[in-house]
């Protein structure tokens, strides 16, 4: 058998295939080290109110600063980490990450605001995360509310019983929780009759960009935000990028934006300049160079 085998296990391994295996074994043999040197960062988005033009929280996107190859985003390492499980511990090192920052800001006396993060489906898997993540915030004595977990929209199709039981415990931690990436899944407006959640992040394909939208995108925004303000929820307009999409959002009376208009994902010291006013506990840096990821 073998020869023949592993004839045709040549064949069907395409020059592409097996550089990406080639790849994915080494960010095997590296990823556990990379936690350890800190290699992953935390990079924050502001999240705007549109009525206050003030920044009234931040998501928290992780990046891989590799000494190698610079600083990756997520779409280089997640997918991967997704498949091999690792994402479980690298969603709880950026949420210590986080509870690790906003105890300074209390410490440092500023006027905290919430900070999200997401959260991977594979978490599910395990029925006690939750209090994972409550050790940590209670470790940090960071108030739960100033942390939010961002459900995505595919985390309905292991169960939406499930779904809902965690919401809840979500919100007897007393964490925010959001729903992320809203209408980009196929089960969006079938959830809504049974997920309670604090708010809604409408996917950033709702928009085609380039600020000539049609009219039947502008209508089909519009009800999706008429129809959070009938449940009681917050809207948050992602990847919002040209003066056209959010002066169209002010007129829907979107709550709040996310995206390169107002910013880009920030180094903390960074964002706590543009959210502050000035780098929080950070004696001599002042948030200089800004790398474009
Ligand atoms: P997401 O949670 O939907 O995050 C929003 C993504 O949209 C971010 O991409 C952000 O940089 C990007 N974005 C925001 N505004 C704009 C805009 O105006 N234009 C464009 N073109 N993009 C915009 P990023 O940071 O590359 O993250 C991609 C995805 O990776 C995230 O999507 C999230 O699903 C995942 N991710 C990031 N950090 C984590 C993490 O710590 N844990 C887990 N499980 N997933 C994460
Ligand atoms: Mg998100
Ligand atoms: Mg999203
Ligand atoms: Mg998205």
New binding site residues.
Partial sequence: ESRVGQMYSCVFYSDLERRRMLREKELENRMGSALDNREFVVYL?PKVELEHDAIVGA????RWQDPERGLL???EF?PFFERNGF?VQ??LY?FEEVCRLLRRWIDCGVKPVPVS????QLHLRDPDFLRKYQSIQQRFDVPPELLEI?L?ESLAFESMDRLQEMIDEIHAIGFCCSL??FGSGYSSLNMLKDVSVDAIKLD?EFFSGLGGESEREQRVIESVIELTKKLGVRSVC????TASQLEFLRRVKCDAL????VS??LPPEAFEKMAFGAPVGRPGEDGADIPNV
């Fill in positions: 988005q998501e928290a996107l992780v985003p997520p779409s997640i994402i690298l969603d950026v993060v997401n959260l991977s961002e995505t992320d990436d950033r992602e990847g919002v990028e996310q995206g390169y208009i880009k994902p």
